[in-house]
């Protein structure tokens, strides 16, 4: 399945439109609509337990992107996220340095979509979307998860 374009919703928008469908197949169609690279991370890094967060459960002290400043469009921020998971090139990272960046990144964006990266991050997108699942999230992408 070809990766579209990033639309002009954010992340927090699309989970929350496809969470709102009732059918299994309607929350699949909305997650195909909205295909993206940003947000195959998102519910990989959620779902997939072979990826391992290299940070503190919960929320992090952060200051939250004014709503006058512009928010970095999350795909854009996501680019750290490689930082922040257990591999043998982030082995040596001190906990301090991994905890910045995370923070920094979401500074950057806008809070809806901070909240989404800090759940993704504690693998509780359910929290927020209890309707977006592992079966949804198979049937949507199913390559996407080993």
Known sequence: MAVNHVSGKTM???????NSKRA?????????????????????????????????EGTPPFIECPPESKASPVG???????????????A???EA?????????????????????????DKKLEDIFPHINLKVVKEAFPDLIT
């Open 12 to 18: 927090y928008e699309i989970l929350k439109e496809a």
């Open 76 to 90: 854009k921020a996501a680019r750290v996220l490689k930082y922040l998971i257990r591999n043998r090139a982030n």
């Open 24 to 56: 299994i197949a309607e929350r699949v169609k909305i997650l195909h609509v909205h295909n993206s690279l940003v947000l195959r991370d998102i519910l990989k890094g959620n779902f997939d337990e072979t990826i391992v967060w290299m940070l503190p």
């Open 97 to 121: 340095k991994r905890e910045r960046i995370f923070i920094q990144m979401l500074e950057a964006i806008d809070p809806m979509e901070a909240k989404v990266m800090i759940a993704m991050k």
């Open 92 to 94: 040596k990272m001190h």
